[in-house]
Structures are given as structure tokens and as C-alpha cells.
């Protein structure tokens, strides 16, 4: 069965570092997201991305954050300058259309720890 | 404000019995629920989407119910088995919009 991957497992970047997160989405899937979960906290929704823009952003996602879908197959969350507060794991999922009837399918997520 | 709370406390249950999970929402209107499996430090996996007039929607052992009177979805997981222990997460599209918003989640344990 397809499924996302991402890329790393686990990063470990200074504060104040770029930093990149990678996923790689099913094929065929058309809507985009990231999310992130802070240990021991819910699944928080970042951004939604379709057609090269952003669908829609939660406050979260600050100027500190953008996405790329450099080409065919990436899909890509840039955080400018780390802070320790970006500590956490980061999923990516894809979906086939962006209506809520259809399931998302997410990655293993990369865990993001700022020292 | 706008909520999707579950019940944030551990659910243990014996294996064999039915395990049931709450979602409650408050000031959204979705047209669809989802539930979600979350095993740790895995990523969520899709299990059932409910339709808001659609009251009940199953899948071998789960079932899943949506009242949109009281805003609340019932998950159960009949006959339970300890490889059903995990965290189990309820989802729903902000209207609208493509932001999807989980509830925190209700660890499950199903004791052998």
C-alpha cells in the first residue's frame, strides 16, 4: 500500500538554525498538510497546501514557517530560526481531494529537538 | 469557543470486552467526523469517517456514531484485544476550511 514518508526520523538543530523537514506524499494525492505534536500534547494543524498555495494556515504557522513543493514528489516545511518551543514531532499527510470525507494519510513524522 | 474534547484520562478494559470512546465538539458544525489510531511515536492512522446524517457507520469490529444534536461521537471496539491498545483520535474539518482539528486523544489499554 502507498504510503508518506518523511524525512529525517529525527533532526537536532541548534536554536536560531534553518531547519527542513521532507515528505514525500502518495502519488496521486492532490491536498497536502503538516501538523505537529508537542510530547504528550494533540495533533496541531499547520498549514493545508494545494496547487502550489497555501489552503489555509493555523496561527501556529508564523513567518518563522513556510512550505515548497520544490517538485514533483516533495513537499517540504522550512523553519527559518529555531527556537526551543519548535521542539516536536513533525507529520505530514496527503489526501486525495481536499473535502473532509476524505481520510488523510499520514508519515511517521520527523522529531524536530532544538538544543 | 470552538472544542473537541475527549476523554483525556487512560481507558483500561479487559480483552473481549467493548471498549467506548467519546468525542464532544462545541461551535462546529462538521459534515464529517473522523477516527484516527495512533500508536507512540507513529503517526495517525485513518480507521472510520461518519457522515453527519449517518447515524452509525461500521467496519468489522468498530463502530462508530454521530449525533449532531448533542455534538458527540461515540468509537467502540467490540470484542477488544490487547493489539488494540493505543491512542485513538477524533478529527473534524473546521467548516469551510481545509483545517483539520484533532481532539487530544484517548489512550486505550486492553488487558489480556
Known amino acids: 500500500e502507498p504510503e508518506v514518508t518523511q524525512t529525517p526520523s529525527h533532526q537536532v538543530t541548534q536554536m536560531g538554525q534553518e531547519v527542513i523537514l521532507r515528505c514525500v506524499p502518495i502519488?496521486?494525492?492532490?491536498?497536502f498538510y503538516w501538523y505537529r505534536q508537542i510530547l504528550g500534547q494533540k495533533v496541531e494543524f499547520l498549514v493545508s497546501?494545494?496547487?502550489?498555495?497555501?489552503?489555509?494556515k493555523s496561527e501556529i504557522f508564523d513567518d518563522q514557517f513556510s512550505v515548497e513543493r520544490p517538485d514533483g514528489s516533495n513537499f517540504t516545511l522550512k523553519i527559518r530560526s529555531t527556537k526551543l518551543e519548535d521542539s516536536a514531532m513533525y507529520f505530514c499527510?496527503?489526501?486525495?481531494?481536499?473535502?473532509?470525507?476524505?481520510?488523510?494519510?499520514f508519515g511517521d513524522g520527523t522529531r524536530l529537538s532544538i538544543l | 469557543s470552538q472544542k473537541i474534547e475527549q476523554n483525556s484520562e487512560a481507558l483500561n478494559i479487559q480483552e473481549g470486552k467493548t471498549a467506548t470512546l467519546t468525542c464532544n465538539y462545541t461551535?462546529?458544525?462538521?459534515?464529517?467526523l473522523q477516527w484516527y489510531r495512533q500508536d507512540p511515536g507513529r503517526g495517525p492512522v485513518f480507521l472510520l469517517l461518519?457522515?453527519?446524517?449517518?447515524k452509525e457507520k461500521r467496519k468489522e469490529r468498530l463502530k462508530v456514531t454521530f449525533d449532531t444534536t448533542l455534538k458527540q461521537s461515540l468509537f467502540h471496539i467490540t470484542a477488544s484485544q490487547p493489539a488494540d491498545s493505543a491512542t485513538y483520535l477524533c478529527?473534524?474539518?473546521?467548516?469551510?476550511?481545509?483545517?483539520?482539528?484533532f481532539g487530544t486523544g484517548t489512550r486505550l489499554k486492553v488487558l489480556a
Open positions: 499527510a496527503s489526501s486525495e481531494r481536499g473535502s473532509s470525507n476524505q481520510p488523510q494519510h
Open positions: 478529527a473534524l474539518e473546521a467548516s469551510g476550511t481545509y483545517k483539520y482539528i
Open positions: 497546501f494545494y496547487n502550489n498555495e497555501i489552503s489555509e
Open positions: 461518519i457522515r453527519e446524517n449517518e
Open positions: 461551535n462546529y458544525s462538521p459534515a464529517y
Open positions: 502519488s496521486n494525492h492532490l491536498y
